[in-house]
Every structure is written in C-alpha cells, then in structure tokens.
C-alpha cells in the first residue's frame, strides 16, 4: 500500500448533523502529551497540513494536550487558520485543571476558544474517569453545566468520554450529544455493547487507543491478515475498526509523517469474510 491514498476512501459518518470522513487524525502525539516522544513545531505543523491534504476534515484535540512550549490547538491554529469550511475540530474537557465545575468548564471554554481562534467550539467531549479507565460516578452536574455553556452559543454539539454503559444510559437523558469517545481495539472489545446502541441511535464511537495492546494470538491473526493484503498490523487493525461498525469514526494520531500517510491508506483497506473470521 505505497500510493497515496485519501481519508475520503473510508467513506462518510456523522458527527450529529456535522458530516465527517471516517479516517480523522488525533492531535495529542503531535505534542509528546503527557510524556511521550514529541515532534519538532515543524514536523508537527507539516503533520496538520499533510493530514488536511489527505483529506481528513475530523481533528481531535484539547488545550490540555500541552507540553515544553507545543501546545496542540496553538499548532493546528497556525498550521490551518483560516479552517477549511469542512473541517470539524473535537476537543475535551477533563477532571484536570480547570476541572469539570461550572466556572472550570467556563475557564476550559474560554481557552479553546482563544487557542483554536473561533468563536464557537464544534464539538466538546467531557471526559470523566481517570486516565486509564471509566468509573462510575454520575454526569448530571458536569454535562448540565457543559449544556448550559451550549445553550449560550459557545458550543454546538457535545460528546462523552471514557464513560460506562450506566453512564452512557443516565446521558442520554440529561442532554443531546453527538459522540462517544472510549477505548477500544482488536484486543479490548468491553464497549461492544455501547457501540452496538451508538450504531441503532446514529451516535458516532470514535476509540481511542485504537491499535494498541495486542495479545500475541491476536498479532498473529492481525500479520497474517495484514501478508494477505500487503498491509502493516497497524493498518488492519484501523481497517477492522471500520468494519466493526458504521458508526466507528477513527482519530489514530502520530508523530511521524509516514505512519500518518499509513494510516490514511487504512481507509482503503477490505477486509474479507475469512479476514474478519480469523481476527475474530
């Protein structure tokens, strides 16, 4: 898979009324957030701009994606402002500072607002749980505030984050929202469940973690897949994500140009029957 390939390949989902291509990019890698390997400010603004080239028009990211002087939305405002009419920018608000009370997710707003340089934020994700798992706890006060900060205009849609089924249940009687942003791969499938109602209430999944933490039985079914169609494993396992689900929207980041445009190439990638059989 050595031609150049568009996300437009993936086809099209919807991100409430936003429409979207499937194949996204997710901007946190960009920064070395919170203590991975980091870019140069160079190499990250010619990412954002190869990534719009290829034809991602779905960008993910937060003002807390923050590192030695790279600042996620600081990066994509230079490497893209004025913004492509189609493109739709996804940011998150976590229990970090300046956390999930009214006047921090005010704070969280106000700083999305003037990084990204727009006047309303496309969609906000409010991320609960801690970094490595959900857990349970109630999302009435968080996401009315969130609603509230939509209601005003500062907003349009909304998104929930590394959330549980009961949680995902007790949101969808507080507020509309148009996402649901969890971990999820090959190897880790607990939210069958949740994508499975994302898909019959035309809600988008986007995982994160999408290609990592394979066991090694997995690895094997994935390489022989991926010998099958002169792929890489990262490559099918972003391609069965796209099977499992028409409501799947993939945000894979990297920091490393040519893992960006192996990526995109996924959305060209047909799993078979017999491929989708053998990875189970």
């Given amino acids: 898979m050595t031609e150049t390939i568009s996300a437009r390949a993936a086809g099209q989902g919807q991100l409430g009324p936003l429409r979207v291509n499937r194949m996204g990019f997710g ?3 960009l920064t070395g957030w919170p203590a991975g390997k980091q870019p140069t400010r160079e190499t990250a603004l010619a990412l954002l ?6 034809g991602v028009n779905h960008i993910d990211t937060s003002h807390f994606y923050d590192r030695d002087g790279l600042n996620a939305n600081d990066l994509i405002r230079e490497a893209l402002h004025p913004y492509p009419d189609d493109l739709v920018l996804v940011t ?5 500072e300046p956390g999930l009370t009214p006047d921090g ?3 969280s707003v106000e700083a999305n607002l003037r990084t990204l340089g727009v006047d309303r934020l496309d969609v906000v994700n409010l991320r609960v749980g801690d970094n490595l798992a959900p857990a349970e706890g109630s999302l009435e006060a968080p996401l009315t505030a969130l609603a509230r900060l939509r209601d005003e205009g500062l907003i349009r849609h909304l998104g929930i984050s590394n959330v549980t089924r009961t949680q995902f249940d ?3 009687d507080l507020a509309p929202f148009v996402c649901v942003q969890n971990a999820y791969n090959v190897a880790t499938r607990g939210d069958d469940p949740i994508i499975d109602a994302c898909e019959r209430a035309g809600i988008a999944f986007v995982p994160f973690f999408p290609v990592g933490g394979f066991q090694p039985l997995t690895a094997e079914h994935l390489a022989t897949v991926a010998a099958r169609h002169d792929a890489s494993i ?3 396992a972003l391609a069965w994500l796209l ?7 993939l945000i894979p980041g990297t920091s490393d140009p040519a893992h960006l445009d192996q990526n995109i190439a996924a959305a060209s ?8 059989a053998l990875i189970g």
Avoid at 243 to 249: C, D, E, G, K, T
Avoid at 269 to 276: F, G, H, P, S
Wanted: avoid cysteine.
């Fill in 170 to 172: 007790q949101a969808r």
């Fill in 269 to 276: 990638l047909e799993l078979t029957d017999e491929d989708l």
């Fill in 49 to 54: 701009r190869r990534a719009v080239e290829l």
């Fill in 92 to 96: 998150k608000f976590a229990a970090i």
């Fill in 243 to 249: 099977a499992r689900s028409p409501s799947i929207l």
């Fill in 27 to 29: 901007a946190m890698k």
């Fill in 234 to 236: 990262q490559q099918v």
């Fill in 105 to 107: 997710l005010r704070k």
